[in-house]
């Protein structure tokens, strides 16, 4: 009986590919949240920055300076979150049992033109 060498397969190489699978899939799925994340940061960035000109040119409503406010904490939210998901790779568990933060509410921004056109299709 001749054995091929070349075709085995040790614990220690299952083991490998599995943890190669989960760090893959964590990645993609830490991939993902960022992605998503720096996206509403910069619609929610869009519209604050908006109010804000319209109050600097002294043209906002006071229910564009209320918009504005309450923008104001979705924004910071969205940057803790960001921030915490920077963290993510550091923790103990990582790339096996990732703890990932609690995702903030997406804000409705009745002027955000994406969600117009969405609306219009």
């Not at 040790?10 to 190669?20: F, G, L, P, S």
């Amino acid at each position: 009986m001749n054995i091929d060498w070349s075709q085995l397969i040790t614990r220690a190489m299952k083991e490998a590919v599995v943890q190669a699978a989960q760090l893959a899939q964590a990645k993609a799925e830490l991939a993902t949240k960022n992605l998503k994340t720096v996206a509403q940061i910069a619609r929610i960035q869009d519209r604050f920055d908006t109010l804000g000109y319209g109050i600097d040119a002294g043209e906002a409503t006071a229910e564009d300076e209320a918009e504005q406010a309450v923008l104001l904490l979705s924004l910071k939210a969205w940057k803790t979150y960001k921030f915490a998901l920077g963290k993510v790779t550091v923790q103990p568990t990582w790339y096996e049992a990732p703890v990932w933060p609690v995702e903030p509410a997406i804000p409705v921004i009745v002027a955000d033109p994406d969600a117009r056109a969405a609306d219009q299709m």
